[in-house]
């Protein structure tokens, strides 16, 4: 599906004119009526708490909220909502006039923690400036060498913020050329642009900036960043202590969507994760993070940093963006025969079947030089470099993807994010013994990236093939993976051959046991044909053909808790008989409150909505001047 010539579903309202995501009609509100007395329970009042409501448009939402009392606090035209304060009782008074998606505005963390390493201890004085090896690992360092550095493109990191002031912050501030490299910054807290030096009160943004597109050369001559000359947007979303919520999240979202133009922003780093609660296709800020790719912007984002089976955190459940697991290089940087994938990186596969993470990257120890009097909790001072600071994550990890990113689309201007995910996921080393492959594909997916690879690979259309983000965005279908359970309890992975990739016994004898022949026999070796050529990419045609329609048996360990106690019936830990009823999918009286059973109706046919062809969109040019007035910096 190419990114720039394509139908849109344009809300009639929507001032971004973006597609009517989850679009749910609220009908005439006019004669709604609501008794303020039914908002309390007994004689107290209710504690109000913030929500996001979903629904046609943001103008009707609003005047929903007043009418019950609550007060709106932000809009999210991206995907048609708006975020809340109302009691519970207000909430549920709104959940009545039905079409109205009414969900918890939940917590969303950074990936700072996990800090499980013991440090090594340097026995020589530590450097001003070292090789973090970052670049080399990956080999960015080669494009580096041949002028690939990220220059035009530009990478918003959501986080907590970035800090650049004095010598040390200066990296970061500026380019390879000691240019002016950040246009502005943005701070979803006040939902306003801003020019401070330094807003990162955690240092997890600006650790991640760091590998990003730190522009600082080592003795060796090697950069700190993967992208060192990448216009670089840092948008806080994210406190003190990393902790933010949907709605910080989706007014950051919704700012880079409208904003894209304006700045060049073809990538958006997100280090951040919050837990699964829904489908993919249900959560809000899966819903704005696939509205990006499908604006043509790529979308890298961490596995999560739990260690667990089924552990892949929010955006990076969603099967269209790339999603990151941790690698480290067991203290050998030049060594990779004993690099391993990180005990604490979150495994697949996700709860719809896709195969998550698509790719690992190094993400343990990585030292980056950075201001260190306001850090985050899991970092510790480098041994070896001087204000250098580790961090161990997923974080790290998505990081240098995100990088990696930026160097595609410098050398490929007109490349759309399915293209960029395609080359680094068909361009990727998977880990081997003897052959064999050393971790399931639920651990490594492809294997590590390489970006000189990804960067010169000719591989085209291998990736998000079978799925269709305009159908998905509007309602009209949804997708699964290919991963189902054999009612042994068996993971397999479903091939377009018709063949089945089993784990066997391998899979549950230990984080590094070795695979066996399951994962060798040819074209199944998840480094074969059909990640490379196209024919599955983990993401074919096989997953939408309904060989996991029902939703029931193939998740039913009971450990899966889904849209609140509406998931936790009991029957199969999803949505209880809703989805046992011969595999239709319904979603039930939770969500339209009895009103539409199935989604067809109200995601497909659009309400108050209208399908436009657009044409063709201007390109993001990446050689279009950014002016940067250095003067308006504090």
């Not at 303020?36 to 629904?55: F, M």
């Not at 530009?154 to 010598?167: E, K, L, Y």
């Not at 043509?296 to 955190?313: F, L, Q």
């Not at 074209?523 to 997953?543: A, K, Y």
């Amino acid at each position: 599906m190419k990114s720039f010539n394509r139908t849109f579903l344009i809300a009639l309202s929507a001032i971004t004119g973006g597609i009517a995501v989850g679009a749910v009609g609220l009908g005439d509100t006019s004669n709604v009526r609501f008794d303020d007395a039914a908002l309390l329970i007994g004689h107290e009042v209710q504690e109000p708490k913030s929500y996001i409501i979903q629904g046609t448009d943001s103008e009707n939402l609003a005047a929903v909220v007043e009418k019950v009392g609550g007060n709106v606090s932000r809009e999210f035209p991206i995907i048609n909502a708006i975020s809340a304060v109302l009691t519970p009782k207000q909430a549920e008074k709104i959940k009545q006039l039905g079409n109205v998606r009414v969900q918890d505005d939940r917590q969303v963390l950074t990936m700072n923690g996990n800090s499980v390493f013991n440090f090594m201890v340097s026995s020589t004085a530590k450097k001003n400036k070292i090789d973090n090896h970052i670049a080399r690992h990956v080999n960015a360092d080669k494009l580096h060498d041949i002028g690939l550095t990220g220059q035009g493109v530009t990478v918003a990191v959501v986080d907590s913020g970035a800090n650049f002031g004095g010598n040390i912050g200066a990296n970061l501030f500026r380019n390879t050329s000691g240019s002016v490299r950040i246009p502005v910054k943005y701070d979803a807290f006040t939902s306003r642009v801003n020019f401070r030096f330094n807003d990162d009160q955690n240092g997890h943004g600006t650790h991640v900036s760091n590998i990003i597109a730190n522009s600082l050369m080592s003795e060796n001559n090697k950069f700190n960043g993967i992208a060192p000359d990448v216009n670089l947007l840092p948008v806080k979303a994210f406190n003190h202590k990393g902790e933010s919520s949907y709605s910080k999240v989706l007014d950051a979202l919704n700012w880079i969507f409208v904003n894209r133009y304006q700045y060049n922003i073809r990538v958006v780093n997100l280090s951040l994760g919050a837990e699964v609660q829904s489908r993919y296709w249900q959560d809000p800020i899966n819903q704005a993070v696939m509205r990006l790719w499908d604006a043509g912007i790529v979308v890298v984002t961490s596995a999560g940093n739990n260690g667990k089976d089924m552990g892949i955190s929010v955006p990076g459940n969603n099967p269209y963006v790339i999603t990151v697991g941790a690698t480290t290089d067991n203290y050998t940087p030049f060594d990779p025969a004993d690099d391993r994938v990180t005990s604490f990186s979150s495994k697949g596969p996700t709860y719809e079947g896709f195969v998550k993470p698509e790719i690992v990257a190094p993400g343990a120890r990585i030292a980056v030089k950075m201001q260190g009097s306001l850090i985050a909790k899991a970092m510790r001072k480098s041994a070896t470099g001087i204000d250098y600071s580790e961090i161990s994550g997923t974080s790290q990890a998505s990081a240098v993807v995100a990088g990696v990113a930026a160097l595609i689309i410098q050398n490929d201007p007109f490349i759309t994010p399915d293209n960029v995910k395609c080359k680094i996921v068909a361009t990727a080393k998977a880990a081997k013994v003897n052959g064999n492959l050393a971790f399931s594909p639920f651990k490594q997916g492809a294997g590590i990236v390489n970006a000189y690879d990804a960067v010169m690979s000719q591989a085209s259309d291998c990736a998000n093939q079978g799925l269709n983000i305009v159908q998905d965005l509007m309602g009209i279908k949804h997708f699964f993976g290919p991963v189902v359970k054999a009612p042994s309890g068996e993971l397999q992975i479903l091939l377009p051959s018709g063949g089945v990739l089993t784990e066997g016994s391998h899979w549950s004898t230990g984080d590094i046991a070795v695979e066996g022949s399951h994962w060798t026999v040819g074209n199944i070796g998840l480094e074969g044909s059909h990640w490379l050529q196209g024919t599955m990419g983990l993401e074919g045609s096989h997953w939408a053909q309904g060989m996991m329609g029902l939703e029931g048996a193939h998740w039913s360990t009971g450990d899966l808790v889904l849209e609140g106690a509406h998931w936790t019936a009991g029957q199969v830990g999803l949505e209880g008989s809703h989805w046992t009823q011969g595999g239709v999918g319904l979603e039930g009286a939770h969500w339209m409150e009895g009103t539409m059973g199935l989604e067809g109706s109200h995601w497909g046919e659009g309400m108050m909505a209208i399908e436009s062809e657009v044409g063709n969109l201007p390109p993001i040019d990446p050689n279009a001047e950014i002016t940067i007035d250095e003067s308006v910096w504090q």
